[in-house]
C-alpha cells in the first residue's frame, strides 16, 4: 500500500483546498491500493475508505526553530506508527492538484528548482531554516541542490529515520526535502519543477489555468494565487458539486 501523507493546519485553510488536492489523487493517481493520511490538528470531517486522519498536535516551539519542520518529523512519526509496514511516504500538500495520469515511478522521479539555495537568513522562518540546511550540507561536504519544488515527492522510512537520528530533527529544523536528497541522491538526474507544474503566485493567474491544465501535471498556488475563480475551475474539472 502506498501512503500520500496531506500536512494539515486549519489556520492556513483558504477554502476548498484539500477538498481538490484530494479529488486529484483519485481520479490521476494510478494505483490500487493507496490511503491519503491527512495529519495534523483540528482536522476536517472526512468519511471515506481512501482517507485517514490522524491527529498530531502542533508541537511545541524551541528558539530559533522553524516549528512547521519540527512538525513535520512529528507528523511523519504518527504516520509510520499508523502504516508500519509500508517502504516509505508520498509527501503532498493541500494545495497540489493532479490533472494528469501519473503512477508512483513519476512521484519518485527527481525534481529540482535550482542549483544554489540561495537565501537571505535574516528574513527568518522558511528562509532562515534553508540557510542553516545550506550550512549543514556544505559541512558535510554534500551538494546543496534545492528540491524543494512544491510538487510531491517520496521518502524511504529507513532513509528518514537515519536522517532523524544522525541531525536530532525532532529538535533541530532543516528542510527535509533539500537535506534528503542531498544526502541520499546527489548527482542523479532531475527535472526542473516547472516542466511538471504550474505555480500560482498571484490572484490574476487563475486566467491562464485552463490552459496550463492542458500541459502541465500538476496545479499549484501559493496562498496568494488562491482565488474563487481558481477554485470553480477546479471544481468543475473534478465534478465537486
Known amino acids: 500500500m502506498i501512503v500520500i501523507w496531506i500536512p494539515y493546519s486549519p ?17 490521476h493517481f494510478m494505483c490500487d491500493d493507496y490511503r491519503i493520511a491527512v495529519v495534523g490538528e483540528h482536522l476536517p470531517h472526512i468519511k471515506a475508505p481512501d482517507v485517514v486522519c490522524i491527529e498530531s498536535p502542533r508541537v511545541e516551539e524551541i528558539p530559533f ?5 519540527l512538525d513535520y518529523v512529528s507528523c511523519m512519526k504518527a504516520c509510520h506508527a499508523r502504516y508500519p509496514d509500508t517502504d516509505g511516504i508520498i509527501f503532498a500538500a493541500d494545495d497540489n492538484y493532479l490533472v494528469r ?7 519518485k522521479a527527481l525534481k529540482y528548482r535550482d542549483t544554489e539555495m540561495n537565501v537571505n537568513p535574516h528574513q527568518g522562518g522558511w528562509k532562515y531554516d534553508q540557510w542553516r540546511t545550506r550550512q549543514l550540507l556544505d559541512r558535510e561536504h554534500l551538494p546543496h541542490v534545492n528540491y524543494t519544488t512544491h510538487v510531491p515527492c517520496w521518502f524511504r522510512w529507513d532513509r528518514l529515520e537515519e536522517l532523524w ?8 529544523s532543516y528542510v527535509i526535502e533539500n537535506l534528503y536528497y542531498n544526502t541520499y541522491h546527489a548527482g542523479e538526474p532531475a527535472i526542473q519543477c516547472g516542466e511538471v507544474k504550474f505555480q500560482l503566485c498571484a490572484p490574476d493567474q487563475w486566467r491562464e489555468v485552463t490552459e496550463q491544465m492542458k500541459v502541465k501535471t500538476w496545479i499549484c498556488n501559493s496562498p496568494e494565487g488562491y482565488t474563487k475563480e481558481l477554485e470553480k475551475i477546479l471544481v468543475d474539472y473534478y465534478g465537486l458539486y
Do not use: F, K, N, P
Open 165 to 172: 537520528a544522525r541531525y536530532d530533527m525532532e529538535h533541530e
Open 65 to 69: 526553530m522553524y516549528t512547521q519542520h
Open 11 to 27: 489556520y492556513g485553510a483558504q477554502g476548498r483546498e484539500l477538498e481538490l488536492a484530494i479529488a486529484g489523487w483519485r481520479r
Open 101 to 107: 495520469d501519473i503512477t508512483l515511478d513519476d512521484v
